[in-house]
């Protein structure tokens, strides 16, 4: 009885930095030529890398949980030590692991910062502010006007 719980309670969850995490519930997939298009139509002047052939997408509320158990934003800025881009660096990081790691999510440089991005399941594009695990449909000021780089 017990081996039938933990089988079943393995297949539900995966694990993760030591802790245990729910697999995301991934509702689709978006390949890498639509998934380069809807990047160049919102971003026409970003050099953009893509290195799968497809990507898993899933939920906001996905991507909130898997956040919420992340200590990516506990941890304190120090300039030019740890600052935007050591942050979006470290949260791909640890998206970096089976099964986050197939999901549409990446890293966006503007013209003022860095932060990570994904596209959900109705292939809605959101920016993800690693430092407060905000997510958000557009840029704000003091993140920049121009998206210039994006690596998924």
């Known amino acids: 009885m017990v081996d039938a719980i933990i089988r079943i309670l393995r297949s539900i969850l995966c694990k993760t930095n030591n802790s245990y995490l729910p697999e995301p519930t991934s509702i689709g997939e978006i390949d890498n030529p639509e998934l380069y298009k ?72 503007t013209d003022k910062h860095a932060l990570n991005c994904f596209v959900d399941y109705t292939r809605k594009f959101r920016f993800i502010e690693p430092q407060s695990d905000e997510t958000q449909d557009t840029l704000k000021t003091w993140q920049g006007t121009k998206v210039l780089l994006i690596i998924m």
Do not use: H
């Not at 290195?51 to 990516?72: E, G, N, P, R, V």
């Not at 990081?93 to 890293?107: D, E, N, R, T």
């Open 38 to 109: 809807l990047l160049k139509e919102l971003f026409p002047d970003a050099t953009i890398f893509l290195s799968d052939k497809t990507y898993k997408t899933c939920s906001l509320s996905d991507i909130t949980t898997f956040l919420k158990q992340d200590m990516t934003n506990k941890i304190g800025y120090e300039d030019e030590l740890f600052d935007c881009d050591d942050f979006s660096y470290r949260l791909m990081g640890q998206f970096s692991v089976k099964p986050w790691s197939a999901l549409a999510f990446g890293i966006c440089w």
